[in-house]
């Protein structure tokens, strides 16, 4: 299965210690680009901890390359939730993991199957 993060997620199960129940699977994990910097904006142990994964490519980061959705959703979401989306509808993902909940709603009135 393919599976697109947004931030808030991410950081809530590594500060949980449950990330690594997620990763340890055959699924592939994405994040977009923005996701990624504003994990790194955090710069604490979950950070770190999500930037490891990174770099041992269990996680990997995409850039979107539906930018006009993405815009389009930014007038409404954040900029995370709006990539997250954008990049959920391009890679056809199974499921998108959202926090938030006008992205939630947002993300099921496109098609995707939401879970967080």
């Known amino acids: ?16 210690d449950l990330l690594t129940q997620f990763i340890e699977s ?3 994990f ?4 923005v996701v990624k910097e ?7 142990e979950a950070s770190a901890y999500i930037d490891n994964l990174i770099a041992n490519n269990q996680l990997m980061v995409k850039g979107v390359k539906l930018v ?34 006008a992205a939630r709603k947002q993300a099921i009135r496109l098609g995707l199957n939401v879970k967080g």
């Open 30 to 33: 994405y994040l977009p680009q």
């Open 68 to 101: 006009s959705l993405a815009n389009r959703l930014n007038d409404r979401l954040g900029q995370g939730e709006s990539e997250a989306i954008a990049l959920g509808i391009e890679l056809q993902t199974d499921y998108i993991i959202l926090d938030d909940f």
């Open 1 to 16: 299965m393919k599976i697109v993060f947004n931030s808030s997620p991410l950081i809530f199960l590594a500060r949980l």
């Open 38 to 44: 504003e994990i790194n904006a955090k710069n604490d």
């Open 26 to 28: 055959e699924d592939k």
